[in-house]
Structures are given as C-alpha cells and as structure tokens.
C-alpha cells in the first residue's frame, strides 16, 4: 500500500534551517507531482508548496516563497523541503501529500512536527 | 486568490443528518473541484469527497457532496450520523495560478 513517511522535523531557533524529508513507498514516486502542507497547532491546514514529478515546476504559498525550497530525489523515492529564515509562525506540523491531478491531496503522510522557539 | 469559509462547529444526535457548507469567496464555485477531508484527532487527513460528489473507495455512501451555484458554496452532508463521524472536516479547492486553498474547517460533534 502507499506509504508517506516524514522525518527531520525538531526545535530550532528564529531564523534558523530545517530540512524536512518524507520517503514515499507503494508507488512510481517519479510519475506523481508532490505537496507539502501544514498545520500550525490548533489550527486549520495551509498549503506550503508543490513541486511537479520532473520538478520541472514549483509552486509556493505567499508566506514561504522566498525562504522554502520543495525538491526531491526520484532514485530515492524522497520528497524534501529546505526550510530557511525560519520564524516562530512556521511551527506546525508538516504533511507530505501526494498529488492527484493537480487538484487534490490523494495520500497523506503521519506529518513531522517542526518547532520554531528561542 | 479567493478563500473558502466554513462555518467553525456544528453538532447532531447520532442516527440524524448534518450538512457542512464551504462557500467561496471570489470566482464561480464550479470553475475547480470541491474536496472534503476528515481529520480526526492526532491523525492525518483523509478525503472524504472529491471532485465536488465522488467518493473514495472505502467511504461509506453515508457522505455526499454537492456544490450550489446560486449560493457560491459546496456542502458535506452526513446522514446517519455516528459518533465515529466525530471530526474536524475541511474543504478545499484550488485556482488556475497554482494555489490550493483549504477552508478553515468546522468541527463536527455528534453528540
């Protein structure tokens, strides 16, 4: 069955980096574009960036354009997302989701938790 | 960008019928797919709806969805209501500039 499993979230400092990674299994990781996704604690869910299955195309939301870089590996089955200038308004959880025709979220990961704390 | 706006709660007696709307702020309601994921809680979301009415294999025929030009809106209906359905439900949807756009969500109880 299909799996999404994402690691690399923790505490880290304003302004610091965090990459995040999330290993795909159950199917042809290369065929499919890829999102990442986050909830911020008690909150509603917010779309962070998607990134197509060539990475040919990205696309982020307004608020990590700029500090957020989606790539990812298709001979590692890996999605990942370099998050720079951290601030304390990114901690949430992170999801990694995969893409159903560019308009839904087929498959979610368990999501990794991503603290930004002095 | 145009934003969905759901109601932030809703409860129902188990055995009855609740429906949950999302309605869109700017732009035709049937220009792009209406989904519905479920969240419970400490768990990841799973959809629920998708494509406005179409349900995923292993969702029980007890979930609709429906979209609503006159009012802009889509709707999550859940008949039969079991405390199981428990949830926070969010709907989204997304625009031609490459923009997928969730709602604020609307706990369910059932109660």
């Known amino acids: 069955q299909v799996q999404l499993v994402e690691s690399g979230g923790g505490v880290v400092q304003p302004g610091g980096s965090l990459r995040l990674s999330c290993a795909v299994s159950?199917?042809?990781?290369?065929?499919?574009?890829m999102h990442w996704v986050r909830q911020a604690p008690g909150k509603g869910l917010e779309w962070a960036a998607f990134i197509r299955h060539d990475e040919s195309k990205k696309y982020y939301a307004d608020s990590v354009r700029g500090r957020f870089t989606i790539s990812r590996d298709n001979s590692k089955n890996t999605l990942y997302l370099q998050m720079d200038s951290l601030r304390p308004e990114d901690t949430a959880v992170y999801y990694c989701?995969?893409?159903?025709?560019?308009?839904?979220?087929?498959?979610w990961g368990q999501g990794t938790l991503v603290t930004v704390s002095s | 960008n145009f934003m969905l706006t759901q109601p932030h709660s809703v409860s129902e007696s188990p055995g009855k019928t609740v429906t949950i709307s999302c309605t869109r702020s700017?732009?035709?309601?049937?220009?792009?797919?209406v989904q519905w994921y479920q969240q419970r809680p400490g768990s990841s979301p799973t959809s629920v709806i998708y494509?406005?009415?179409?349900?995923p294999s292993g969702v029980p025929d007890r979930f609709s969805g429906s979209i609503d030009n006159s009012s802009n809106s889509a709707s999550l209906t859940i008949s039969g209501l079991k405390t199981e359905d428990e949830a926070e439900y969010y709907c989204?949807?997304?625009?031609?500039?490459?923009?997928?756009?969730f709602g604020g969500g609307t706990k369910l109880t059932v109660l």
């Open positions: 159950g199917l042809t990781f290369s065929n499919y574009g």
């Open positions: 989204q949807s997304y625009d031609s500039s490459k923009v997928w756009v």
């Open positions: 989701a995969k893409d159903r025709d560019r308009i839904r979220f087929e498959y």
């Open positions: 700017s732009g035709s309601i049937a220009s792009n797919y």
């Open positions: 494509e406005d009415s179409q349900r």
